[in-house]
Nanobody, 123 residues
Framework: QVQLVESGGGLVQAGGSLRLSCAAS????????MGWFRQAPGKEREFAAA????????YYADSVKGRFTISRDNAKNTFYLQMNSLKPEDTAIYYC????????????????WGQGTQVTVSS
């Protein structure tokens, strides 16, 4: 059973930066794509970014494009979300997820999920 463990959330002022990490618990891990989603209070979970595990192709939601960067370290079974120029509307719980077989922007395309990490951006 694959477990994903996020870290790196916290409180930051608007305009600041945070880097989230997501580590897979298994030694051999070869998903098709890894993604970051976020969920603000009272809102549905939404796609933020994704990266293919083998080729490193990257995909972003329009709301984060140009500010967030997704990356991976295959040797460490870890991937990251570098968040710059943070805005109060980025405040949410951020979840990492892994999809074994397909690329998508919907939560139900993903097979494994982390527990979430809170990101709070103050104005």
């Amino acid at each position: 059973q694959v477990q994903l463990v996020e870290s790196g959330g916290g409180l930051v002022q608007a305009g600041g930066s945070l880097r989230l990490s997501c580590a897979a618990s298994v030694r051999t891990f070869s998903p098709y794509v890894m993604g970051w989603f976020r969920q603000a209070p009272g809102k549905e979970r939404e796609f933020a970014a994704a990266i293919t595990w083998s080729g490193g192709s990257r995909y972003y939601a329009d709301s984060v494009k140009g500010r967030f960067t997704i990356s991976r370290d295959n040797a460490k079974n870890t991937f990251y979300l570098q968040m710059n120029s943070l805005k109060p509307e980025d405040t949410a719980i951020y979840y990492c997820a892994a999809a074994l077989n397909r690329l998508g922007r919907e939560p139900d395309h993903y097979d494994y999920w982390g527990q979430g990490t809170q990101v709070t951006v103050s104005s």
